[in-house]
């Protein structure tokens, strides 16, 4: 017979997501006897398909009663007696909105990092109330109340044993955790986000940060990160914006490019619209709050950024390149204090492009743009916030 068991393992922390139920396929364990029958059902009357001797590893699928349900390589299953088996390795999927992983099993360690709800780490032993895994190549630790698995708790013996008592549930890494060289911080994944005052989306905005910027973590809020800026400032971004990372925060390094580019615009004195611009503007505003859909030029469904602008002007007859990087070449550059309604102004959010981004200035020091920032879809922004102002590259007049 052919063998289906896999010799050898690695362990490492997976990060993954959409598993359900209790039973996961990295469920590990190790024979810990010679000539374990290995059979074709739960009942020690059933067929024997192999016997394995000592140091074998197998695949865990499940539990059932005293015996332990297997995985074989060709898709099958198999049942071992779990007396037969010192499980080493168990998923588990975080319950909580975020989780340290931590150094020590104390709530004092320092953090090695954190991971989210829905999230999959895998599990490799028990110390006290306490988890084992192994992150980034270290042992971590976490709380046994915070992950869920139904095979968590046969990882400390060979026998099945119950769940330690629950705990209560661990904060984020608070501002003491990440202090000094060693800790969490977050980086913005989105074109722009919003930092507020309060964890919600009708609170005051304190400042609107690029794509890549880097916030120290304060605390958590549900679904919102409190975090602290290079300036000092302590608000809310939404946690599903940002990405979390290790080690110490690196520095933020926004680029402003000359003093015209940054400087502020006054519009008390710009130029009215013309009437295409009025009509194109006016169009425009009809479709806030469709969707920011990667390569999307559908104005109803989702659009990205250039998009957006390509379909608008499409609709009055005007046909532009479709990436922004063109688009600034398809009409007259124009300096920034002479903006007027229906210009189209660019930015650079990052990439190895100077240009990333367009929106269509509709006057009054505003803009309308489809972003995947925290506003995530067609929206109207200032064109004097610190993001533009620190972003923008230039302007260009299509409709003369």
Known sequence: MVSFFKKGFSIGLALAFGIAGNAYAATKGIINADDVNIRTQASTSSDVLKRLSTGVTVTVADSTGDWYKLTTADGGTAYVKQDFVTLTQADTVVDEEFINIRSAADISSSVLGVVSKG????????????????YNGQKGYVYNDNVEGGMLGYL????????????????IAAAADVAGGDGVYVVVTSTSLNLREEPTTESDVIDCFENGYAFSIVGVAGEWIKVSDDAGN???????????????????N?????AQRASVVNYENEAPATVKADQMISYAKQFIGTPYVYGGTDLTAGV??????????QNFGITLDRRSRDQINDGERVAKEDLRPGDLIFFNTGGESEISHVG??????????????????VTISDINSNYALNTYVGAARIID
């Open 119 to 134: 999230q999959v780490i895998t599990v490799t032993g028990v110390e006290g109330d306490w988890y084992t895994v192994t």
């Open 156 to 171: 400390d013996g060979v026998t099945a044993k119950a769940k330690p008592a629950a705990v209560p549930a661990e904060p």
């Open 234 to 252: 302590i608000g809310y971004v939404k946690a599903e914006f940002v990405n979390f990372k290790n080690g110490a925060k690196p520095e933020n």
């Open 254 to 258: 926004v680029t402003i490019y000359d």
């Open 304 to 313: 990205d950024c250039s998009g957006f602008i390509y379909s608008v002007y």
């Open 360 to 377: 269509m200035y509709i006057g009054n020091g505003e803009y309308i743009h489809s972003t995947n920032g925290a506003a995530n879809g």
